[in-house]
C-alpha cells in the first residue's frame, strides 16, 4: 500500500465527508454542478449528503453552497424547471423542505408543494406504482423508491400529511412484490409489468441482474423510511423485516477481502465484474444506520465498518490536494451481464461521493 494510502486509512469519518466536499466545491460553484443547469438527482444526493455533514459539523459554508444550488433554479413563487416525467426529478426537493426549516423563505415550501403534486400527476401501473419514466411505460425501477417515496415520506412527516405515509410503504410493498428473488434475497433491478421491454422475463418481467446501486437506493430507502415512521405505527414491522432480510443477503455477497460490494452483486466470481464504490456507500450507511436505530444487529455495524474501511482504501488525493473516489459506475439503465459490466467507471461522480458523505456521516455518528 502506497504512503498516500495509508494517509486516507487514517481519515476520520467526519474529515473525510469533509475532504469529499471540498474536492466537490473547488471543482464546481453551486450553479455548475452536473448536470449544470439541472433540477436533478445527481446534485441531490450529493447535496443531502452535505446537508447530513453540515448538522453534524455546523459549518455554514455547506448550508451556503446548498442554498446556491437550489435558488439558482427555484424563482421566488417556488417555480422550477425540471423533467416531469421522472422520478429522478423529485429527488432534490429533500433539499427544500430542508432549507424551508433552516430559513423559512416561502419559495421553498411552494416548490415543495409543486414537487408532491407532481407526484399525483405521474403515469402509473395497473396497481397503482408510479412508472420510473414516462419513456419506461410500465416499468419500476428499485432507483425510483428512493427518488420519489423518501421525499413524500419527508413531506408528510414535516407537515404533518400522515396520510402520505401510507402511498409510500404502497409503493414499497409494490417494490418488494415485484423484483424480490427468492433464492438470493436480493432485489432485481427492475420490472415491466407489461413484459415488452427485451431485458423482461417473459413470465415474471422482472430484469436479469441485480445491480448494486439499485439495491443501495432500496436499503437507504428502508433505513430512511423507518426513522421517520412512528414508533408504534404498523407499518414498521414489515419494513423491519425487509430489512433484515436484504441485509443479511448483502452481507453474504460483501467481498471478504476488499469490504467493498460488486457491481453486480451475486456474480463476484467473474473476472469481469469489478468493485463498485457508490453502493458500497449505499449499504455501509444502510447497515450502520440499521444498526443504530435498532433495526439491524450489532453484527451488521461490524459489516457496514469492513465496508467503510475499504472505501477508505480505496480513496486517494489528486495532484491538487483534493480526495477522489474512483470506481464509480456513471448513471445506467437496466440490462443484462454485460450492459452493467461494461458500464463506464468514473472518479468523484455526484452518485457517488453523494453516497460516500452520507457513509462517512453514519459511521462517524454510530461511533459517537
Not at 197 to 208: H, K, V
Not at 329 to 341: A, E, L, N, P, S
Request: aromatic residues 12%; glycine residues 10%.
Amino acid at each position: 500500500m502506497s504512503n498516500q494510502a495509508q494517509k486516507e486509512v487514517q481519515l476520520s469519518p467526519l474529515t473525510a465527508a469533509a475532504e469529499a466536499c471540498r474536492a466537490i466545491m473547488e471543482t464546481y460553484t453551486p450553479e455548475e454542478l452536473p448536470p449544470a443547469g439541472r433540477w436533478h438527482y445527481h446534485q441531490g444526493v450529493f447535496l443531502v449528503g452535505m446537508f447530513q455533514l453540515w448538522k453534524v459539523a455546523g459549518d455554514n459554508q455547506y448550508l451556503d453552497y446548498i442554498k446556491g444550488y437550489v435558488n439558482h433554479l427555484v424563482d421566488e413563487h417556488g417555480n422550477l424547471l425540471l423533467d416531469r416525467g421522472e422520478l429522478d426529478s423529485v429527488q432534490a426537493g429533500l433539499l427544500l423542505l430542508e432549507l424551508d426549516e433552516a430559513f423559512g423563505d416561502s419559495r421553498y415550501r411552494k416548490a415543495a408543494d409543486k414537487l408532491l403534486h407532481l407526484l399525483s400527476t405521474m403515469n402509473r401501473t395497473t396497481e397503482g406504482g408510479y412508472w420510473h419514466k414516462d419513456k419506461y411505460p410500465y416499468q419500476m425501477w428499485l432507483d425510483g423508491l428512493y427518488m420519489g417515496g423518501v421525499y413524500t415520506m419527508q413531506y408528510g412527516l414535516r407537515y404533518d400529511r400522515p396520510e402520505l405515509f401510507e402511498q409510500v410503504l404502497y409503493q414499497e410493498k409494490l417494490m418488494r412484490t415485484h423484483t424480490r428473488d427468492e433464492k438470493t434475497g436480493l432485489y432485481h433491478h427492475a420490472w415491466d409489468e407489461s413484459k415488452k421491454m427485451p431485458w423482461a422475463d417473459p413470465d415474471t418481467g422482472r430484469s436479469p441482474e441485480f445491480w448494486g446501486r439499485a439495491l443501495g437506493w432500496y436499503a437507504l430507502s428502508l433505513v430512511e423510511f423507518l426513522d421517520m415512521l412512528p414508533a408504534g405505527h404498523e407499518g414498521r414491522g414489515v419494513l423491519e423485516e425487509a430489512l433484515r432480510d436484504l441485509a443479511g443477503s448483502l452481507v453474504r455477497y460483501q467481498d471478504p477481502e476488499s469490504g467493498l460490494w460488486y457491481q453486480v452483486l451475486d456474480k463476484g466470481d467473474r473476472p469481469d465484474n469489478w468493485l463498485e464504490t457508490s453502493c458500497t456507500s449505499l449499504f455501509v450507511y444502510a447497515l450502520a444506520k440499521g444498526a443504530r436505530l435498532s433495526c439491524l444487529d450489532a453484527s451488521f455495524k461490524e459489516a457496514a465498518n469492513r465496508g467503510f474501511e475499504g472505501l477508505l482504501r480505496t480513496v486517494y488525493n489528486n495532484d491538487k490536494g483534493l480526495l477522489v473516489l474512483p470506481e464509480i459506475c456513471i448513471g445506467t439503465g437496466v440490462g443484462d451481464y454485460k450492459h452493467y459490466v461494461e458500464r463506464p467507471r468514473s472518479e468523484n461522480d455526484l452518485h457517488g461521493v453523494g453516497a460516500f458523505v452520507m457513509a462517512c456521516v453514519e459511521i462517524g455518528r454510530s461511533e459517537s
